[in-house]
């Protein structure tokens, strides 16, 4: 059995420890892998990084004729909303330190087209090892009864690549995860 916190904590560890050069190399890799799959969309969410996360800012950037939108945590039960976001709005930090945006239209996470997804870790088939929080998982529980949009793309270092998992009940799979070294396509109904 696979000890989640344990993996957590290394694959933390391992994130931080990127040399600012490699860390820049490989966020302009994963943009130019990204953006192609952003292409004909309307409603793209990404996030604000944190914590040596891949930093979406320059795809957020380069949408211009899309409009973007970034997670809040909101409410008792932790769901995540999707407000709109563009460079330069104002952010302030929630209650587990990510910064957020203050204010701005919402959006249905079902009226998304594709969203960009941080993570700890990922499998070849989509598992996704979050932060232990769930949010993306609650978030996006529809889509255990239908197979897209909207389409989940984790965004990642090819270090964050962990050995295959068994899900559990209330994961959500990914259906690509994008690393320096290209895109995993695991939905084969993924649209590219």
């Known amino acids: 059995m696979t000890d ?12 931080l420890s990127l040399t600012a050069a490699h860390r820049r190399e490989f966020n302009r890799l994963i943009t130019a892998h990204t953006l192609p799959l952003l292409q004909y969309t309307q409603h793209v969410a990404a996030y604000v ?18 409009q973007v939108y970034v997670p809040v945590v909101a409410g008792q039960d932790q769901a995540l909303r999707f407000v709109a976001y563009q460079p330069g709005d104002a952010l302030a930090p929630n209650v587990f330190g990510i910064a957020e945006p203050v204010s701005g239209q919402e959006i249905a996470p079902t009226e998304l087209d594709r969203v960009l997804t941080p ?3 990922f499998d070849e088939q989509g598992f996704r090892l979050g932060m232990a929080g769930g949010f993306y998982d609650r978030s996006f529980a529809f ?5 897209g949009p909207p389409w989940l793309i984790g965004v990642a270092y090819e270090m964050q690549k962990i050995p295959l998992q068994t899900p559990r009940d209330w994961d959500v799979r990914l259906d690509a ?9 695991c939905n084969p ?3 590219v």
């Open 177 to 185: 995860v994008v690393t320096e070294t290209g895109v995993y396509r």
């Open 143 to 147: 889509r255990h009864h239908h197979n």
């Open 49 to 66: 990084a944190c914590r040596g996360e891949f930093d979406p800012a320059a795809i957020i950037h380069a949408l211009s004729a899309q």
């Open 4 to 15: 989640f916190n344990t993996l957590r904590r290394d694959l933390r560890a391992a994130r």
């Open 119 to 121: 993570l700890l870790g």
């Open 189 to 191: 109904k993924f649209p």
